[in-house]
């Protein structure tokens, strides 16, 4: 039987598990909080309590998945569970950040684009991704755009009155729909490239304020108000000021090219669709 141990089992993560757990993989995922241990239970999934001992699970794990976030130190299992490695799984997942390339004033980048982060998010994924290939252990890293997908979407904000259409001149971002985040760590599953990189984001890099007024006439709400970037910096939160300070647009034929990936959902508006298809 083929066992991921997905450590730190979050919103992607899930999303992994809800493809792999109907083909008969055993899934363990790590929680620090017990609440979550039902929730996982009924995804399937057997939860496992961190900080602990998960010396059997490595033991036992054909597959790796972390998608912990780290500190300033680094990758936080990596950190505590210093026999992760000597494991002997197959294929080993980390889950990253765009961020790593830092700003390019709206260019392209692509998975040879050197790493430049100016945030510190974006400095401690690079720190993380070292950390994880000094192991040694087959490793793939997953550069991650923007994720949104069901309960991670718009609606709920503009719905409340809460949503703001920030604009910055110039500014551009990507972003990818969690079920296109599983179908290529899936696919990666099936095609290991140990050392591998790969940037997993939609085909449609566009400024955010296009998006919030797209989705708010998806609802048949007014769009919100633009808002001056400047005039709402100073209360931005530090990630929301380093998210606005980086523009770049992301390429992402690798996993077209390699995994033979065909996206789900290509741009937001057919994310978007769905969402509220979906009831969101």
């Not at 390339?101 to 040879?112: C, K, L, P, R």
Request: proline share 10%.
């Amino acid at each position: 039987m083929s066992t991921l141990l997905s450590l730190g089992h979050g919103y992607s993560a899930r999303a992994l598990a809800r493809r792999l757990v109907p083909q008969g993989w055993r899934v363990i995922g790590t929680t620090r909080n017990p609440a979550k241990a039902e929730a996982f239970r009924s995804e399937g999934v057997e939860p496992l309590l961190w900080p602990g001992d998960l010396a059997p699970a490595l033991a036992e794990a054909t597959h790796i998945l972390c998608s912990a976030a780290p500190d300033a130190k680094g990758d936080p299992f990596l950190q505590s569970v210093p026999g992760i490695a000597q494991a002997e799984a197959v294929w080993v997942g980390y889950l990253s950040t765009t961020g790593v390339y830092g700003d390019h004033d709206g260019g392209w980048v692509d998975e040879a684009t050197p790493l430049t982060p100016q945030s510190d998010r974006g400095r401690q994924r690079v720190l993380a991704e070292d950390q994880w290939r000094a192991t040694g252990l087959p490793l793939h890293v997953f550069r991650l755009a923007g994720i949104y997908g069901p309960g991670r979407g718009p609606f709920e904000k503009l719905r409340d009155g809460t949503a703001r259409r920030i604009v910055k001149p110039g500014q551009v971002f990507s972003r990818i729909h969690v079920d296109d985040i599983a179908q290529v760590l899936e696919a990666s599953i099936r095609q290991p490239n140990p050392g591998a990189a790969y940037n997993v984001c939609d085909d449609n890099p566009c400024p955010p304020d296009e998006v919030i007024g797209y989705a708010a006439r998806l609802l048949g709400l007014p769009e919100p108000p633009a808002v001056p970037f400047a005039e709402v910096e100073p209360t931005m939160t530090p990630m929301a000021r380093g998210f606005y300070n980086e523009s770049k647009k992301v390429r992402n034929d690798r996993i077209k090219d390699e995994l033979g990936v065909k996206l789900l959902y290509p741009d937001y508006p057919q994310g978007f669709a769905a969402l509220l298809a979906g009831g969101d």
